[in-house]
């Protein structure tokens, strides 16, 4: 079995910003070699996301607004007070829960070289307290 | 928008970016145990980008030359400001050191840095000490700021004692055309530092900086509470100028911040950036 690993970095444009990672995805899934098998998605920060939808430019603005509905800035958070291990006061808790609704990792399984996707599905890196450069990993397992 | 009211950030430290600490491990390190910053390194591109999500113009990036160094260096932040019209450079110098300093300071406004920034309790100098005048003399002369750290430090070996804004005062009132800026509006002594910059013709306040809560709580507290928006508009409007603290917090925080406090429209383009190009001796930005 072949374990192929690459980190991709990724640098996202708004506080707020799906960034299409599918082409990346792609890249690393040809650079392995493997023909079948799984891909494994993972973003290594705690304020980004990772998701599977339609590359849609509506979707891509009504996705980060309902979250911002759901988890709203203004409010009161444990997570807002001195941070001493940043040396700084931690003022974004929304990002953070944000994130954890939306999960740090996707696994995509792969046959005959592709990955098994429908034809409306792209990956996407879900940019919660940007714009930053983002560190994704992506694990391609299989043979 | 920015042609109309250019935006500027007044207090940015490069110290994460990857740029200034050209890819030099150990520099790092040193950055991260004498600030105590855990954020991650980020190209300047992504600076960029953050001034620009704020609609910011413009940003002032500082160096201090610490105990541990120049961090960031001097030479790699003026590599920087040659190659960015987008950003303007204070020059880290330790004042201490007579003439060498002053032929330091000369050598790096020459190179196009545009001010200095002193931080007395981390450098371990006290402001008020004559044996600065020189140095304070030559800077008088070349007619660039010094934005000095007064307030609240998270420096952990930096005493907040030494870091009250009344410890410029012996140096604002010996150079009384130097230009000078109180950093993070001198905060918890904010009306000390108020009253500085409304007795002291060249004295100025950067807003940087959260200390008590989020980037709306903390310059609501500042500049509505413990303030008063009228005193602000009536005393301060020409002295305040916007600044981040970046990385401590991020510039569109900050810009969305003011952007809550109820103030005239005037002021707040002073504020944002018109005081600074003042100061600065801008043409278009």
């Known amino acids: 079995m072949k374990i192929y690993t690459k980190p991709v970095y990724v640098i996202s444009e708004a506080p707020t910003h799906l960034v299409n990672i599918t082409g990346e995805v792609y890249k690393a899934l040809r650079e392995s070699g493997v023909k079948s098998g799984l891909v494994h998605v993972y973003t290594t920060h705690t304020t980004t996301g990772l ?6 430019p509506g979707l891509e603005q ?8 759901l988890v709203p800035e203004e409010g009161e958070y444990f997570h807002h007070h001195y941070y001493a291990k940043d040396g700084r006061l931690a003022v974004n808790a929304w990002a953070h829960i944000r994130a954890s609704l939306m999960g740090n ?11 098994i996707m429908g034809s409306r599905q792209k990956i996407y890196l879900v940019e919660l307290d940007g714009p930053q450069r983002r560190r994704i990993v992506i694990q391609v397992i299989g043979e | 928008m920015s042609r109309l009211t250019p935006k500027i950030d007044f207090h940015v430290h490069p110290v994460i970016i990857e740029e200034a600490l050209s890819g030099d491990r150990r520099l790092e390190e040193t950055v991260r145990e004498v600030y105590h910053i855990g954020t991650a390194v980020q190209p300047l591109d992504a600076l960029a980008k953050m001034l620009r999500v704020a609609g910011i113009d413009k940003a002032v990036l500082l ?8 961090l960031p260096p001097n030479d790699s932040l003026a590599a920087i400001i040659r190659e960015n019209r987008m950003f303007i450079g204070f020059a880290g110098i330790n004042p201490t050191k007579g003439d060498e300093s002053i032929d330091e300071l000369e050598n790096l406004i020459s190179q196009g840095f545009r001010g200095v ?17 020189g140095f304070y003399e030559r800077v008088q002369q070349l007619n ?18 030494e870091c009250h804004p009344l410890e410029v005062e012996k140096v604002v009132t010996s150079f009384p055309a130097l230009k000078v800026v109180l950093a993070h509006m001198g905060f ?7 009253m500085m910059a409304v007795k002291y013709e060249n004295v100025y306040l950067d807003l940087s900086g959260v200390f008590m809560g989020t980037p709306k709580e903390h310059i609501s507290y500042v ?8 005193f602000v508009s009536r005393f301060l409007a020409d002295k305040i100028l916007f600044g981040s603290d970046w990385p401590r917090i991020e510039p569109f925080k900050m810009v969305e911040a003011v952007k809550s406090i109820p103030m005239e429209k005037h002021v707040f383009d002073k504020i944002m950036g018109l005081n600074a190009v003042k100061l600065l001796g801008l043409g278009e930005v």
């Open chain 1, 51 to 56: 998701t599977i939808n339609e590359d849609e």
């Open chain 1, 62 to 69: 009504d996705i980060p607004l309902f979250l911002s509905k």
């Open chain 1, 105 to 115: 990792h996707l696994t995509i399984p792969v046959d005959d070289g592709k990955l």
């Open chain 2, 63 to 70: 160096s201090i030359d610490t105990p541990r160094g120049c």
């Open chain 2, 117 to 133: 920034k002193l931080y007395p309790p981390l450098q371990g100098f006290r402001p008020g000490d004559k044996r600065l005048y």
């Open chain 2, 144 to 161: 660039v700021p010094i934005l000095f750290h007064t307030g609240v430090s998270w420096i952990k070996n930096v005493k907040l004692g």
């Open chain 2, 188 to 194: 918890p002594w904010v009306w000390e530092a108020a």
């Open chain 2, 223 to 230: 500049l509505t509470k413990l303030l008063t928006p009228g």
